[in-house]
């Protein structure tokens, strides 16, 4: 219990500590898009699971981390609409699945906020919970990318969340790239039912090795390609799943190789009520240097914020100057549905079919935000936040540090004049933490 409670107040002071740099507390983008504040949260820290020991890399058994490291939850983030508390979690753990023990999936509660009368760092996250993930047996879902069972989804464990919102019915939903699968679990974590995704989605010929996927399919998700980003619509009718990249049948890939060619990535839409579904394409501007799509947020019931990104950072070893970080705003309406189309070309789309439209909203780029040198890879979780007294939305945009114990979990607040987009807040009836607990946890 003391080891427990001195994690807790170590992460309350997650008020950030290895970026320290000298920075007004605002930095005006053009448009009415004011940055706000800036977080770091470091990669050593542990969660309260409880679990005690390493998990290693399965080729390098020298090199592990903490079972109960905390990180990775800036892979997927939503506002649960109630009491500054977010809900995350991490995608499939360490060593991207390969793992001498299976990494347990798990979800974080999380206390943020921003503070704007303070200097950068300003953003204050305090970790309230860890809940595990569990099937309809009340087995642990893992991210080992060998737990799958072939043709059998009730078996298989491997689970890497990708997406996360929250319903107004107390639930939350969670994308799966390895399936891709739709999940819906209650607040403790346990699986409620499990939501049918369009079979050109899934691939034949799983494995624990993304090339063998890649070279061992002709169809379906590319390997650590899948459903990358989840929204759902403000009145939690429909879910809006989008993958990372082009699917196979959809020229994705040079045949035989494992080089990405396809830029026309698919967006699903899918009626939680009736089930109807609707697939419409987003055109990404390119795929060489790792590039894809990350999150996709709901702005309203049509219009929504895509994070494209490349795999560049001046924090990798050795630096790699990052081109694209960038939040777009789309909209759906005018687009064609290509449910029907089996097959899409891997440039220019066919006479008849409409993408759906895209223009820049933020570049995290922008030589204004003074971002670029300290900017991670992964840029891959989008959430709004409460508006601010000036009725001035709050955007959050953060990193995914893949669990990495020398690498910090980044967060940015963004607020965006509401002149600017027709945000429709989701209606939230309760809080899915409650409120007494997370004042306890913040005394």
Same mark, same amino acid.
Request: glycine content about 10%; some cysteine.
């Given at each position: 219990?003391?080891?427990?409670?001195?994690?807790?107040?170590?992460?309350?002071?997650?008020?950030?500590?290895?970026?320290?740099?000298?920075?007004?507390?605002?930095?005006?983008?053009?448009?009415?898009?004011?940055?706000?504040?800036?977080?770091?949260?470091?990669?050593?820290?542990?969660?309260?699971?409880?679990?005690?020991?390493?998990?290693?890399?399965?080729?390098?058994?020298?090199?592990?981390?903490?079972?109960?490291?905390?990180?990775?939850?800036?892979?997927?983030?939503?506002?649960?609409?109630?009491?500054?508390?977010?809900?995350?979690?991490?995608?499939?753990?360490?060593?991207?699945?390969?793992?001498?023990?299976?990494?347990?999936?798990?979800?974080?509660?999380?206390?943020?906020?921003? +503070?704007? @009368?303070?200097?950068?760092?300003?953003?204050?996250? =305090?970790? %309230?919970?860890? $809940?595990? !993930? #569990?099937?309809?047996?009340?087995?642990?879902?893992?991210?080992?990318?060998?737990?799958?069972?072939?043709?059998?989804?009730?078996?298989?464990?491997?689970?890497?969340?990708?997406?996360?919102?929250?319903?107004?019915?107390?639930?939350?939903?969670?994308?799966?790239?390895?399936?891709?699968?739709?999940?819906?679990?209650?607040?403790?974590?346990?699986?409620?039912?499990?939501?049918?995704?369009?079979?050109?989605?899934?691939?034949?010929?799983?494995?624990?090795?993304?090339?063998?996927?890649?070279?061992?399919?002709?169809?379906?998700?590319?390997?650590?390609?899948?459903?990358?980003?989840?929204?759902?619509?403000?009145?939690?009718?429909?879910?809006?799943?989008?993958?990372?990249?082009?699917?196979?049948? +959809?020229? @994705?890939?040079?045949?035989?190789?494992?080089?990405? =060619?396809? %830029?026309?990535? $698919?967006? !699903? #839409?899918?009626?939680?009520?009736?089930?109807?579904?609707?697939?419409?394409?987003?055109?990404?501007?390119?795929?060489?240097?790792?590039?894809?799509?990350?999150?996709?947020?709901?702005?309203?019931?049509?219009?929504?914020?895509?994070?494209?990104?490349?795999?560049?950072?001046?924090?990798?070893?050795?630096?790699?100057?990052?081109?694209?970080?960038?939040?777009?705003?789309?909209?759906?309406?005018?687009?064609?549905?290509?449910?029907?189309?089996?097959?899409?070309?891997?440039?220019?789309?066919?006479?008849?079919?409409?993408?759906?439209?895209?223009?820049?909203?933020?570049?995290?780029?922008?030589?204004?935000?003074?971002?670029?040198?300290?900017?991670?890879?992964?840029?891959?979780?989008?959430?709004?936040?409460?508006?601010?007294?000036?009725?001035?939305?709050?955007?959050?945009?953060?990193?995914?540090?893949? !669990?990495?114990?020398?690498?910090?979990?980044?967060?940015?607040?963004?607020?965006?004049?509401?002149?600017?987009?027709?945000?429709?807040?989701?209606?939230?009836?309760?809080?899915?933490?409650?409120?007494?607990?997370?004042?306890?946890?913040?005394?």
């Amino acid at each position: 219990m003391l080891r427990v409670l001195g994690l807790a107040l170590a992460i309350l002071t997650l008020i950030t500590s290895t970026l320290c740099f000298s920075a007004p507390n605002s930095q005006l983008l053009p448009a009415g898009i004011t940055l706000i504040g800036k977080g770091v949260i470091s990669g050593s820290l542990l969660d309260t699971s409880g679990l005690t020991g390493n998990i290693c890399q399965a080729s390098a058994p020298a090199n592990c981390v903490p079972k109960a490291i905390f990180g990775g939850f800036g892979s997927d983030i939503s506002y649960t609409g109630h009491d500054n508390v977010f809900i995350a979690a991490p995608d499939r753990g360490p060593f991207d699945g390969l793992t001498d023990v299976p990494y347990l999936d798990r979800f974080y509660f999380l206390h943020i906020t921003t +503070d704007l @009368g303070a200097a950068f760092p300003n953003i204050r996250t =305090v970790l %309230l919970d860890t $809940r595990f !993930l #569990k099937n309809q047996n009340g087995e642990n879902f893992v991210g080992a990318a060998d737990s799958f069972v072939v043709n059998d989804e009730l078996a298989t464990l491997r689970l890497d969340p990708e997406g996360i919102r929250v319903s107004p019915h107390g639930t939350f939903y969670i994308s799966d790239e390895y399936g891709p699968y739709l999940f819906e679990f209650n607040r403790q974590g346990h699986l409620l039912r499990r939501i049918e995704v369009p079979s050109k989605f899934f691939i034949s010929a799983p494995s624990a090795d993304p090339n063998a996927e890649l070279l061992g399919n002709t169809a379906g998700r590319q390997g650590n390609r899948g459903m990358e980003g989840l929204a759902i619509s403000p009145d939690g009718t429909a879910l809006f799943g989008i993958m990372q990249n082009a699917l196979i049948q +959809d020229h @994705g890939l040079n045949p035989g190789t494992t080089d990405r =060619v396809g %830029l026309n990535n $698919r967006i !699903l #839409k899918i009626d939680l009520v009736t089930g109807e579904t609707h697939e419409y394409v987003y055109v990404l501007d390119a795929i060489n240097r790792g590039q894809g799509v990350c999150e996709i947020l709901a702005i309203n019931d049509h219009e929504f914020l895509v994070i494209e990104r490349d795999n560049r950072s001046h924090l990798q070893t050795p630096p790699q100057a990052p081109t694209r970080k960038t939040i777009y705003k789309i909209s759906l309406t005018g687009a064609t549905d290509v449910s029907g189309i089996a097959s899409l070309p891997a440039g220019a789309l066919p006479a008849g079919v409409t993408p759906v439209t895209k223009e820049l909203f933020i570049n995290l780029l922008d030589p204004d935000l003074n971002l670029t040198a300290t900017i991670p890879e992964k840029i891959e979780g989008l959430a709004w936040g409460p508006d601010l007294h000036d009725g001035r939305h709050v955007l959050y945009v953060i990193s995914d540090n893949d !669990l990495n114990p020398s690498l910090a979990t980044q967060i940015y607040a963004f607020a965006i004049d509401p002149s600017l987009i027709n945000l429709q807040e989701q209606v939230l009836p309760g809080p899915l933490y409650p409120p007494g607990q997370v004042k306890k946890a913040l005394q």
